[in-house]
């Protein structure tokens, strides 16, 4: 199955919506480089901003979901590029041989091919390509140490955005939206549909090579392990399923009222960057007071938290705070 989402080259995709009478919206300013199997990069260019598709898919997705997800958080969210001041926005594709896995180097998105075996090319999923330039966006705002529970939740805020990226370029509600993060990433013959659901944490895969997915969904099943940055990959399912939860409980498009929310307390500016699951669910629930009153928006926030484990006198011991300063490389998955 191939991925899908991404907008198609030449379809007109439902947003941004045409605004009349605006000032022209700020374009991305998009590279995409041929990293040529090799680990150097950024490698040479082999596509611009406002240059026509080349022969080679990897590059023509890469450039088509830099611009959905340019588009995305522009329209949904008035920001523009990663760092809100419009960031050029770099990509290499074909990096290493049989690379399998995508990430965010602090500087720009890196993608593999995939082996074939397990995975195809990382390229395909417009989700991923949200998934990687979320942890730019991440990094220019809240800034969350890649470590313990506030790694599980730069994780997870990747996941989240990049689904929402998918769900806007689709135009769809939440109760038509898959809520999988690497549909169809998976190669032929893996049992399995994703790497990772929002929806159902832990029910992406079965397989006989590549394990069972172990994300837990609610703070009953939370990971204590010192691998994966201390389960940033794993633990993630848990702030996953409660954003799932909200926005299915609100309705409508995901990215309009729950995705609000947590765009407002990802670059609010109070989060702290060692914040643990409770610190981000009372941030959740301040945000949604905030912007919608003590309405249907506060209630579904609190009930999704409450639901997954997570609040007042919930809060696990933060095992956060624990990273120096410095975050780079991180992936899409581990390492
Ligand atoms: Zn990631």
Same mark, same amino acid.
């Given at each position: *199955?191939? +991925? %899908?989402?991404?907008s !198609? @080259?030449?379809?007109?995709p439902? $947003?941004?919506?045409?605004? @009349? ?16 199997? /090799? ?10 901003? #406002? ?15 830099? #611009?959905?997800?340019?588009?995305? $958080?522009? =329209?949904? $969210? ?11 926005l ?15 180097n602090?500087?720009? *998105?890196?993608?593999?091919? &995939? ?7 990382? %390229?395909? +999923? ?14 220019y ?25 998918? /769900? ?9 939206? =898959? ?11 893996v /049992? ?15 397989? !006989?090579?590549? &394990?069972? =997915?172990?994300?837990?969904?609610? *703070? ?9 940055? #201390? ?7 848990? @702030? ?16 309009e ?10 670059t ?18 301040d945000a949604?007071?905030?912007? $919608? ?13 409450? %639901? ?5 006198g ?15 490389? !991180? ?5």
């Amino acid at each position: *199955m191939p +991925c %899908t989402g991404s907008s !198609a @080259p030449g379809a007109v995709p439902p $947003y941004p919506r045409p605004r @009349p009478g605006r000032a022209p919206e700020p374009t991305a300013r998009r590279t995409v480089h041929d990293g040529h199997h /090799q680990h150097t990069l950024p490698g040479p260019v082999v596509r611009t901003e #406002g240059s026509a598709p080349v022969a080679d898919q990897a590059v023509d997705h890469a450039y088509d979901g830099l #611009g959905d997800t340019f588009a995305f $958080y522009l =329209d949904a $969210y008035g920001r523009r590029s990663v760092d809100g001041r419009g960031l050029p926005l770099d990509a290499t594709v074909h990096y290493g041989v049989h690379y399998d896995n995508a990430f965010w180097n602090g500087r720009q *998105m890196v993608f593999g091919d &995939g082996d074939g075996t397990l995975f195809q090319d990382f %390229t395909g +999923c417009v989700e991923i390509i949200g998934h990687e330039l979320t942890h730019g966006v991440t990094q220019y705002s809240a800034n969350l140490d890649y470590q313990g529970q506030s790694g599980a939740l730069n994780e997870s805020v990747s996941d989240v955005f990049g689904s929402l990226v998918k /769900q806007y370029a689709l135009g769809q509600t939440a109760d038509r939206a =898959d809520w999988l993060i690497g549909a169809g990433l998976l190669a032929p013959g893996v /049992q399995g549909v994703a790497l990772r659901s929002l929806k159902a944490p832990g029910t992406a895969y079965h397989d !006989a090579r590549l &394990g069972t =997915d172990p994300q837990p969904a609610t *703070m009953a099943g939370y990971l204590d392990t010192e691998a994966d940055n #201390g389960g940033v990959h794993l633990n993630s399912g848990i @702030p996953n399923h409660a954003f799932y939860l909200a926005a299915e409980a609100l309705g409508g498009h995901a990215w309009e009222r729950a995705g609000q929310i947590w765009y407002d307390v990802l670059t609010g500016g109070r989060l702290p960057s060692d914040a643990d699951f409770a610190a981000f669910a009372t941030a959740t629930a301040d945000a949604a007071r905030a912007r $919608y009153g003590p309405g249907a928006e506060l209630r579904a926030v609190q009930a999704a938290w409450t %639901t997954v484990g997570v609040g007042a006198g919930v809060g696990a011991e933060s095992t956060a705070g624990t990273s120096d300063a410095t975050r780079i490389n !991180a992936p899409l998955r581990p390492a």
